[in-house]
């Protein structure tokens, strides 16, 4: 039973500190666009500052997830946290710098761009949080145990823009944002410290083999990553699948205020409402499609279901009709994310989690750093047919799962 009490004391640290990380994208995105107003700044300032923190998370994640294999996991995840919860205080002198009288708006925008490229790099620390899971975790229930990380994560992007706007509605502005960042970081510093024991023995840790300019080269660091069989099919399959997230992410809701008409508040209520299909498909469905019919055929499934649901919202015109689509997509979306990590940590020894989980993170990170930009053009220009062109992505995908000699030693395996 102690076993049990302290094995769910980690996953909730883990939990803790995945939601943390979110939540430091998700809690600027309301907020950006009135500070690099308020800053007379120029639009395209907004794009660079939300991309600063995926971009800098691509070159973070894999260095953080090798450096866990090298060192541990715990030691890594509280100096991360650590770099975190101080990038919330560059926020807060980038608020102070913009109260001097005369000052150019150039130095508060740019600590508050230093403190995204902090906030980024250290929430690479996701990879070791994976790591960590599948440290603790048997394979056979790695995805189950995924799914629930990805309910919590789910929760942070729920509330993440919420907390956003409220925390930045004082006479104190975006201030209050950088002091509940704060606190909320603190106390995910606390939990790790608490709770989480290291799960990797020094005698399983690994030997630096590379030098510091091939740590930053994703392409070489993809090359030499020893797998087993099938492990870098699958490590490119998720790359595809964070092309399809990153892009669907970047049009979604500006085809639901074109399709639909929702103002401001209409809209913000109804994205709380399809975005809890998120918490239930990750904590129930996900489990009920393992349980059935396997790992590998939940991947394909997802693609499936998220190759009819792109298709499905854009032959509707009735809102009601659309949220029920739209589930099916979720539902596809739910199924992907945790089978991806969990086979991706079966393709591994030990002794390898970190580095590969960080490499998926880096090619997460690299599709929400430039899909914002190529499917915001796209649906400048095509619309709501830009969701044509992910469909395509997830079926050249479900094809190359079927057919390919891969999937057969995954089987194997």
């Known amino acids: 039973m102690t076993n049990k009490n302290t094995d769910t004391s980690k996953v909730i640290a883990i939990g803790a500190l995945s939601f943390v ?44 997830g090798e450096y866990s294999d090298r060192k541990g996991r715990k030691p890594i995840l509280l100096i991360s946290q650590f770099g975190t919860m101080m990038s919330w205080t560059v926020v807060a002198l980038s608020y102070f710098v913009s109260q001097i009288d005369g000052i150019a708006t150039l130095w508060p925008l740019g600590i508050l761009f230093l403190a995204r490229i902090i906030d980024g790099i250290t929430g690479g620390n996701v990879s070791v949080a994976n790591a960590y899971l599948a440290d603790i975790t048997p394979p056979e229930k790695r995805t189950e145990r995924f799914g629930r990380i990805g309910a919590i994560v789910g929760v942070s992007l729920l509330i993440g823009p919420g907390l956003g706007s409220l925390s930045s509605s004082t006479r104190f502005g975006y201030l209050g944002l950088a002091a509940l960042s704060f606190m909320i970081s603190l106390a995910t510093l606390l939990l790790i410290w608490r709770y989480l024991e290291e799960t990797l023995p020094e005698s399983e840790r690994t030997i630096a083999s590379t030098r510091w300019y091939q740590k930053i080269n994703i392409f070489i660091r993809i090359r030499n990553l020893e797998t087993r069989p099938g492990g870098k099919f699958m490590l490119g399959l998720s790359g595809g699948f964070g092309v399809i997230q990153a892009a669907y992410q970047s049009i979604i809701v500006l085809f639901i205020i074109d399709r639909f008409g929702l103002s401001q508040t209409e809209l913000g209520v109804f994205l709380l409402f399809v975005g809890s ?25 997802g693609l499936a279901f998220v190759a009819i649901g792109f298709i499905g919202i854009t032959l509707t015109s009735t809102l009601w009709v659309y949220t029920i689509i739209y589930y099916v997509l979720n539902l596809g979306l739910s199924l992907l994310t945790p089978t991806i990590r969990s086979l991706l940590s079966q393709s591994v020894s030990n002794k390898k989690q970190g580095e590969v989980l960080g490499l998926d993170e880096s090619l997460r990170s690299a599709s929400m750093a430039t899909m914002p930009i190529v499917f915001g053009a796209l649906y400048g220009v095509i619309t709501y047919r830009s969701f044509y062109i992910i469909t395509a992505v997830a079926i050249f995908m479900m094809l190359l799962f079927y057919f390919s000699k891969s999937r057969r030693k995954l089987q194997e395996r």
């Open 277 to 301: 299909f998120l918490i239930f498909n990750q904590e129930v469905m996900v489990k009920l499609f393992v349980r059935k019919i396997g790992e590998l055929e939940t991947f394909f499934a």
């Open 21 to 64: 990380n979110f939540l430091g994208f998700t809690i600027f995105i309301p907020v950006l666009p009135f500070i690099v107003r308020d800053f007379g700044a120029p639009e395209w300032v907004y794009g660079v500052l939300l991309a600063s923190y995926p971009l800098a998370q691509f070159f973070g994640a894999p260095i953080l």
